[in-house]
């Protein structure tokens, strides 16, 4: 397994901005997918964001619905750390957020992702 470390969450007023990071190590980073979810207060754990890694088709990013065209996920090999910048932040997206790796099924699937950070809190006022 990969270990996972997330950081970067905070209070933050509607319409602001963070970025979160997840340092990762226990493996070549560059050869694994990682994702973003969250969960909310009283939700269940949701798919956010991801990049999968094929060794001979490369890199496929997704995003949910309610994230796309506000969230960037990337990632920095030489540092071992993916990103989520979220941009235009609403109150809805006050959630624990977890990044996750070891991809075995499908992409927005939290059973199909074996290894998880212990998160980081994400919370916008309105």
């Known amino acids: 397994q990969v270990q996972l470390v997330e950081s970067g969450g905070g209070l933050v007023q509607a319409g602001g901005s963070l970025r979160l990071s997840c340092a990762a190590s226990?493996?070549?980073?560059?050869?694994?997918?990682m994702g973003w979810f969250r969960q909310g207060p009283g939700k269940e754990r949701e798919f956010v964001a991801a990049?999968?890694?094929?060794?001979?088709?490369?890199?496929?990013?997704y995003y949910a619905d309610s994230v796309k065209g506000r969230f960037t996920i990337s990632r920095d090999n030489a540092k071992n750390t993916a990103f989520l910048q979220m941009n235009s932040l609403k109150p809805e997206d006050t959630a624990v957020y977890y990044c996750?790796?070891?991809?075995?099924?499908?992409?927005?699937?939290?059973?199909?992702?074996?290894?998880w950070g212990q998160g980081t809190q994400v919370t916008v006022s309105s």
């Open positions: 226990g493996r070549t980073f560059s050869s694994f997918s």
């Open positions: 996750a790796a070891d991809l075995v099924g499908t992409v927005r699937s939290t059973t199909a992702w074996g290894s």
């Open positions: 990049y999968t890694y094929l060794p001979y088709s490369g890199t496929t990013t």
